[in-house]
């Protein structure tokens, strides 16, 4: 059974920097393409980074390049996120994803595709204070 668990996130000021990490079971790292995405209240699921284990490639959102980085451990199995000068925003909840779904836009975080195996954590709020 897949599972993804987020590590428990928090609260930081304007201008520090958090890690948050995902620990997988049921499959494996190297195999695998994975992702994490952010919600705030009110706002639609945005795709933060991914990362694939074919090329070791990135991508990162244009709001969070150059401050955050996408990793991960195989022999450990986890995926890590390590973000850096955190901007005062909404507090948002961000999720670890197996396999992101493409053209995932307009939809709320955690939403089943269909015809597209994802997988996603429960999620950890992240806050970032001014």
């Known amino acids: 059974e897949v599972q993804l668990v987020e590590s428990a996130g928090g609260s930081v000021q304007a201008g520090g920097s958090l890690r948050l990490s995902c620990t997988a079971s049921?499959?494996?790292?190297?195999?695998?393409?994975m992702g994490w995405y952010r919600q705030a209240p009110g706002n639609e699921c945005e795709l933060v980074s991914k990362?694939?284990?074919?090329?070791?490639?990135?991508y990162y959102a244009d709001s969070v390049k150059g401050r955050f980085t996408i990793s991960q451990d195989n022999v450990k199995n986890i995926v890590y996120l390590q973000m850096n000068s955190l901007k005062p925003e909404n507090p948002a909840v961000y999720y670890c994803?197996?396999?992101?779904?493409?053209?995932?836009?307009?939809?709320?975080?955690?939403?089943?595709?269909?015809?597209?195996?994802?997988?996603w954590g429960q999620g950890t709020q992240v806050t970032v204070s001014s």
């Open positions: 994803n197996l396999d992101p779904p493409p053209h995932f836009v307009g939809q709320a975080c955690r939403t089943e595709v269909p015809g597209w195996h994802t997988y």
């Open positions: 049921g499959f494996t790292l190297d195999d695998s393409e």
């Open positions: 990362i694939s284990s074919d090329d070791g490639s990135t």
